[in-house]
């Protein structure tokens, strides 16, 4: 029997099943655009993802709110509440020696309201650079209460919440050009695009090898 009847079946199998694949790949993205022919829309352009980059878009987006960037865990990495009070107080008694220029306008600031609101004879009596301090001290009680700390973390977890995750990746899809999406998308599933395409060549190579028993076995 001529070999090429042994290596045909195999080689060929590899061959269509490689193309398939590949082919069925391509047709995820391209032709970027429609196709017409006499008025008439090609079957299956765009491809795939630019013809549902939208859709695509949002889907991500929702997956993206619901399993990963949740509002825990959006308040917990944008903030560490017990790390965030601790830091503020600590901010807020050595303010003029960290940040002494928002410590001067923040006393330039408490100076002209108790200069606007309080007038005439009692203004003498007010100790403009002691209401700064007050208020100060008055902050840092604030914030070192765990009754407190504990209200604002609800606050802020409520921030996280109205987050609109879905839609700013949504958006940030739909700005994208559909060249753009397509290299983004290769960026980080190419490599296991290009492992299947290579097994559908392996696959066909053996169940081309499997049409041969019955003639090894003749």
Do not use: C
Not at 37 to 63: D, Y
Not at 117 to 133: E, H, I
Not at 183 to 210: N, T, W
């Amino acid at each position: 029997m001529n070999i090429l009847n042994y290596l045909l079946p195999p080689i060929l199998g590899a061959i269509i099943a490689f193309s398939t694949n590949w082919i069925a790949i391509v047709m995820l993205f391209r032709p970027h655009k429609e196709k017409r022919v006499f008025g008439l829309r090609i079957p299956f352009t765009p491809g795939l993802v630019p013809r549902e980059k939208a859709k695509l878009g949002r889907k991500l987006g929702e997956a993206i709110q619901k399993h990963l960037l949740t509002p825990e865990v959006l308040t917990q990495s944008l903030v560490d509440p017990e790390r965030f009070f601790a830091d503020a107080v600590d901010n807020i008694k050595n303010l003029s020696e960290r940040f002494p220029e928002l410590d001067r306008n923040l006393a330039e600031l408490t100076r002209n309201i108790v200069k606007e609101n309080v007038s005439g004879f009692a203004s003498m009596f007010v100790n403009k650079d002691k209401v700064y301090a007050s208020i100060k001290e008055g902050l840092v009680k604030y914030l070192s209460e765990e009754s407190n700390q504990a209200l604002l973390s609800d606050k802020m977890f409520t921030v996280a919440q109205n987050i609109p995750i879905a839609d700013m990746v949504e958006k940030k899809m739909a700005a994208y050009d559909v060249a753009e999406a397509e290299a983004m998308i290769l960026s980080v599933v190419g490599r296991e695009l290009r492992v299947i395409v290579m097994l559908g060549g392996v696959f066909g190579f053996l169940i081309g090898l499997l049409t041969l028993i019955p003639l090894l076995s003749a």
